[in-house]
C-alpha cells in the first residue's frame, strides 16, 4: 500500500463479508500504512451470489479505515459478471489509472 499509487480493492461476498484474505491483508497492512496512504485514489468492485452490495460496503469501510479516495463508483456483479459488467470493471480501471496521474 505504501509504495503503490493507486489500489483496486475487490473481493467475492462470503458468508457476507469479504474474503478472508481481503480482511487479513487489511488486518497486517494498517498499522504500517495507518495515516500514510491517506487520500491516495482506489475503485472498488464485488460479486456475490446475491446482491453484491454488503461485500461492495464492507470493502469501502476499510477504504474509510485506510483514509482512500474512491476514484469512481464500485462495480458490483450477482452471479457471473456479464460482458456489461465486464466493461464496467474495464472502465473503473482507467478511471483509477487517471486518478493517479492527478
Do not use: H, N, W
Amino acid at each position: 500500500m505504501l509504495e503503490c499509487d493507486g489500489v483496486a480493492l475487490g473481493s467475492p461476498d462470503y458468508f457476507s463479508d469479504m474474503a478472508g484474505g481481503m480482511k487479513d491483508f487489511f488486518d497486517r497492512t494498517y498499522y504500517p500504512a495507518q495515516d500514510r496512504v491517506t487520500g491516495k485514489p482506489c475503485v472498488i468492485f464485488g460479486s456475490a451470489g446475491g446482491p453484491p452490495s454488503v461485500v461492495i460496503e464492507s470493502l469501502r469501510k476499510m477504504a474509510e479505515v485506510f483514509k482512500l479516495q474512491e476514484a469512481a463508483e464500485p462495480v458490483g456483479a450477482s452471479g457471473t459478471p456479464t460482458a456489461a459488467v465486464l466493461e464496467e470493471c474495464r472502465e473503473l480501471g482507467r478511471k483509477l489509472a487517471e486518478a493517479t496521474q492527478s
